[in-house]
Nanobody, 121 residues
Framework: QVRLVESGGGLVQPGGSLRLSCLAS??????????MKWYRQAPQKERELVAS????????NSADSVKGRFTISRDNAKNTVYLQMNSLKPEDTAVYYC????????????WGQGTQVTVSS
């Protein structure tokens, strides 16, 4: 059973920062074999990809709307992926989801339960 557990969400004022974490576990779950991604879904909107990071951390991508503000990183020793979010805007308000996809077999694809991020004054 593979589990992805997000944490670090909350309420923050515009211009503030948050760091989301996603801890992956399983028996077994070779974290190094998985590309890790953060998605978000705002009310009445489709889920969108925010940022991705390849299994060995060599390749990163992020949505244009967060470029220069959000940074994805991973610690393979801790089975954890992070999303550092700076200069937050009200339009960043959403539920943020962690996703793990095997680097060559996409049928192995797992989701976390999500963590709410609210940016408001």
């Amino acid at each position: 059973q593979v589990r992805l557990v997000e944490s670090g969400g909350g309420l923050v004022q515009p211009g503030g920062s948050l760091r989301l974490s996603c801890l992956a576990s399983g028996d077994p779950f070779p974290f190094i074999n998985y590309n890790m991604k953060w998605y978000r879904q705002a009310p009445q909107k489709e889920r969108e990809l925010v940022a991705s990071l390849s299994n060995i951390g060599a390749t990163t991508n992020s949505a244009d709307s967060v470029k220069g503000r959000f940074t994805i990183s991973r610690d393979n020793a801790k089975n954890t992926v992070y999303l550092q979010m700076n200069s937050l805007k009200p339009e960043d308000t959403a539920v943020y989801y962690c996703n793990a996809e095997h680097y060559y077999n996409s049928r192995y694809n797992y989701w976390g339960q999500g963590t709410q991020v609210t940016v408001s004054s």
